[in-house]
Structures are given as C-alpha cells and as structure tokens.
C-alpha cells in the first residue's frame, strides 16, 4: 500500500527502481538491519508481493544482492546483536556461495552412504549365496 492508504496503480520506472535500489543500500549501511523486510515493510511500507516484484527487476538485482551481503555480514560479526542461533541459520541464505557448497558437500556424505550401503548389501548377498552353497554341498554329503 502507499503511504497514503491507496495501492500503487503503476509499476516503478528503470530509473525509479535504481534509485530505490540506492536508497536500500544507504539505509541497510546506516541502520544495518537483521533482515531487509525492516526496511521494506516498516520504512517503505511496501507488501511482499511488491518485494518479489522488485528485487526480480534486472536494474535492481544488483541492490538486492548488495543489500543481503551487507545484511549479512552482521550475521558474520562476533560482536553483533544478532542471536548465535539466528547466525547459523541465516548464513546461508545471505552468503550463496556458502549454501551452494553445504548442499554440495551434503550431497557428497549421501553419495558416500549410499554407495557403502551398496557395498555392504553386496557382501550381505555373497555371504548368503556363500551359505547356500554350503548347505547343498552339506546335502550332498548326506546322501
């Protein structure tokens, strides 16, 4: 909703967007915020479906990615207000390259567990057939 109470009738321009993107930045720099939704929601009174719109823009991506590292770097910041609890959590959606490499090395322990489980179901089946082999020339024997 605008300030005013009415919704916004018309999207922002290129140019409307670039400099919302330099307000952003400013703001997060000077307040340094635990979240970007304090910035859109209480100072710019803007819902999240207009946030989804905006920070899809291509002229305001790069503000958007700006604004969450610099978030984020509080996240980082021993000394910082934030909860350790909320550190851990947040870390990857702020730093990317961070979640990229956790999902990864995630995918790796399951690839590795995997292909043990693998393994041990091979052996399991070779002692069984091993076993089996034993009991029939067990049988012949009796015969």
């Given amino acids: 909703m605008h300030p005013g109470g009415r919704p916004r009738t018309r999207s922002f321009s290129e140019e409307e967007m670039i400099a919302l993107g330099e307000e952003m930045i400013a703001w997060v720099k000077e307040h340094k915020p635990i979240h970007l939704s304090v910035w859109y929601t209480q100072e710019k009174d803007f819902t999240d479906e207009q946030w989804?719109?905006?920070?899809?823009?291509?002229?305001?991506?790069?503000?958007?990615?700006?604004?969450?590292?610099?978030?984020?770097?509080?996240?980082?910041?021993?000394?910082?207000?934030?909860?350790?609890?909320?550190?851990?959590?947040?870390?990857?959606?702020?730093?990317?390259?961070?979640?990229?490499?956790?999902?990864?090395?995630?995918?790796?322990?399951?690839?590795?567990?995997?292909?043990?489980?693998?393994?041990?179901?091979?052996?399991?089946?070779?002692a069984k057939i091993e076993v089996l082999e034993e009991v029939q020339r067990s049988k012949r024997k009796l015969k």
């Fill in 52 to 126: 989804d719109t905006f920070r899809k823009r291509p002229e305001f991506i790069h503000y958007y990615t700006k604004a969450l590292k610099l978030v984020g770097y509080s996240y980082l910041d021993k000394d910082s207000n934030v909860d350790v609890r909320l550190k851990d959590r947040w870390q990857r959606v702020y730093f990317k390259d961070l979640k990229y490499q956790e999902d990864e090395d995630a995918k790796d322990n399951e690839l590795r567990k995997a292909a043990a489980l693998k393994g041990e179901a091979r052996a399991i089946e070779q």
